[in-house]
C-alpha cells in the first residue's frame, strides 16, 4: 500500500510548537511579511535571524508527541511505500522515529549559504554567524520563505500521483502548493483522509474528514492501516 502523508504546524501544537495562524493571524507575535519574506530578510537581516533563532532555541524544550510516534512506526512497517512530507521546519518527526523525511519548507537546524546554495547543519543562533566556508557568502536560514519555491517538489508529485491512500493532518490548507496535492491524489484515484483539530480551509476536498487532537487520531489511524 503507497501512502503519502502531509503534515503542517497541527502536528506539532501538542508538543507545544505553536502553529502559525493562531486568532491573532501572527507567527509568535510577528506578521508573517515582517519575518518569512526574501524582501523582510533583505530589508533587516536581524530581526529575520533573531526570530528564526529563537524558533530553534525552542526545539530544545520540546518533544515528539504520540501524533510524530506513530508516523515513525507507520515508516517501520511501509518502508520506501510510505513518503512523509511536511511543512513543518521543525524536527519533531525525526526526533519521533522518522528517518526519511521531506521538509518541504526547509529546517531550522540547518544553514543555506546565499552564495553557492550550501547547506549545512546548524544548531545555535545564526545571527553574526561567519560566512560560508566555501564562498565566503552570507547564510541565511536554510527555511522556504513565501514567494520561494518549495524543496523536493518532483518527489512528492511523483508520490502524491502513485499513492492508494493521501492523508492530510494538522494543516490548515491555506498554504499552497501543499494546499492542493489532495485534489492531486484524488484526481490520481487515492482514497484522501484529513486529521485535523477543526475542518480545514480545504475539508471539502478530501473523501473523509476526521476532526480532533492529532496525539489521538493520529495512532488510531496508523493502528487502522496496519490492521492492529
Ligand atoms: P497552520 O498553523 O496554518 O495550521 C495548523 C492547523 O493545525 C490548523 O488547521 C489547526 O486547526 C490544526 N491544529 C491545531 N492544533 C491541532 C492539533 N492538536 N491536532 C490536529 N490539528 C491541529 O499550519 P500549516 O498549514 O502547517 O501552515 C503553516 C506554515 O508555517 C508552514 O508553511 C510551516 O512551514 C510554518 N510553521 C511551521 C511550524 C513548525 O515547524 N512546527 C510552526 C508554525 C508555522
Excluded at 80 to 108: C, F, P, W
Excluded at 161 to 178: D, L, Q, R
Excluded at 198 to 207: C, D, I, L, N, Q
Amino acid at each position: 500500500m503507497r501512502v503519502v502523508v502531509l503534515t503542517g504546524a497541527g502536528i506539532s501544537a501538542e508538543s507545544g510548537v505553536p502553529t502559525f495562524r493562531d486568532a491573532d493571524g501572527l507567527w509568535e507575535g510577528h506578521r508573517v511579511e515582517d519575518v518569512a519574506t526574501p524582501e523582510a530578510f533583505a530589508r533587516d537581516p536581524e530581526t529575520v535571524h533573531r526570530f528564526y533563532d529563537a524558533r530553534r532555541a525552542a526545539l530544545a524544550a520540546v518533544a515528539p508527541n504520540p501524533a510524530h510516534e506513530a508516523l515513525g512506526r507507520l515508516e517501520r512497517a511501509l518502508g520506501d511505500d510510505l513518503l512523509l512530507v511536511t511543512q513543518n521546519i521543525d524536527d519533531l518527526h525525526e526526533r519521533g522515529g522518522s528517518a526519511d523525511v521531506l521538509h518541504m519548507h526547509g529546517r531550522l537546524r540547518s544553514a543555506l549559504c546565499a552564495g553557492c546554495g550550501a547547506r549545512t547543519g546548524w544548531e545555535g543562533p545564526m545571527l553574526d554567524a561567519a560566512p560560508c566556508a566555501d564562498c565566503g557568502g552570507d547564510l541565511r536560514p536554510d527555511v522556504v520563505w513565501f514567494g520561494e519555491v518549495p524543496l523536493g517538489m518532483d518527489r512528492i508529485q511523483r508520490a502524491v500521483a502513485g499513492c492508494e491512500v493521501f492523508c492530510s493532518i494538522g494543516t490548515s490548507g491555506a498554504v499552497y502548493p501543499a494546499a492542493g496535492f489532495v485534489q492531486y491524489a484524488a484526481a490520481y484515484g487515492a482514497r484522501t483522509l484529513e486529521l485535523n483539530l477543526v475542518p480545514s480551509e480545504g475539508t471539502a476536498h478530501f473523501a473523509e474528514a476526521r476532526h480532533g487532537p492529532a496525539s489521538v487520531l493520529v495512532p488510531a489511524w496508523v493502528d487502522e492501516l496496519l490492521g492492529d
